[in-house]
């Protein structure tokens, strides 16, 4: 596609059950993120991939939260037994670049919202 | 500490009139890219500016430029000849270069940007 497709838009779940959550990333771009953003606040970083494998999982909330990447495309985004805390949105963004340094643009999908009950 | 401040959770501008929006940081590496984001009510982050630690010159794009001042650690955002396709949620980030992840960025809170006519 154009741009990173994130899925589902909209997710409301029962406090208790798993959610995944699905980023398709531009075509060909290696470097793939995870976000979150709660209510009024600025994104908090989650994980990171470059191809398939996670160098930084610094962010994930708890043992609770766990991320893959397959064939260096998609990623899911997996919450089990999800809190209401975990109520958010979480954005998925990709880039092309393989290191560090420069103006190396984020693209960012509109992310996916979701409320644990 | 917050690595990134933004201190007005919301602004009103006229259309057609430059507005500020303020954003300071905290970093103790010398190598680092400051970012701004606009995100509309779609969601979707959108890049609109980027500064590096190094680079001498504001950075500007367009109508957007960025008012650097690496002494007092700011790095506002800009925005001349306002228009109502403006109005959205702004985001400053940061990315330093020791993080060991490339573009791991730190966000602000935001600034709610409301256009008037």
């Known amino acids: 596609g154009a741009g990173v497709s994130q899925s589902p838009s909209n997710k409301v779940t029962e406090k208790g059950k798993d959610v995944e959550l699905r980023c398709d990333p531009i075509?060909?771009?290696?470097?793939l993120y995870w976000y979150r953003q709660s209510l009024g606040q600025g994104l908090e970083f989650l994980i990171y991939?470059?191809?398939?494998?996670?160098?930084?999982k610094s962010g994930l909330p708890s043992d609770r939260f766990s991320a893959e990447r397959t064939g260096g495309s998609v990623s899911t985004l997996t919450i089990q037994r999800t809190q209401q805390e975990d109520s958010a949105v979480y954005l998925c963004?990709?880039?092309?670049?393989?290191?560090?340094?420069?103006?190396?643009?984020?693209?960012f999908g509109e992310g996916s919202r979701l409320t644990v009950l | 500490a917050q690595k990134i401040t933004q201190t007005q959770p919301g602004m009103f501008v006229q259309e057609k009139e430059a507005v500020t929006l303020d954003c300071t940081y905290d970093?103790?590496?010398?190598?680092?890219?400051l970012f701004w984001y606009k995100q509309p009510s779609s969601g979707e982050m959108i890049f609109l500016i980027y500064?590096?630690?190094?680079?001498?010159q504001n950075a500007t794009e367009g109508r957007y430029s960025l008012n650097f001042q690496k002494a007092r650690k700011s790095a506002n955002l800009v925005i001349s000849a306002s228009q109502l396709g403006d109005s959205a949620m702004y985001f400053c980030?940061?990315?330093?270069?020791?993080?060991?992840?490339?573009?791991?960025?730190?966000f602000g809170t935001g600034t709610r940007l409301q256009v008037t006519l």
């Open positions: 963004a990709s880039s092309s670049s393989l290191t560090s340094g420069g103006a190396e643009e984020l693209f």
């Open positions: 075509s060909g771009h290696t470097a």
């Open positions: 991939f470059q191809g398939n494998s996670a160098p930084d």
């Open positions: 970093t103790s590496d010398p190598s680092y890219g």
């Open positions: 500064q590096g630690s190094y680079d001498q």
């Open positions: 980030a940061m990315r330093e270069e020791n993080t060991g992840t490339a573009s791991k960025l730190t």
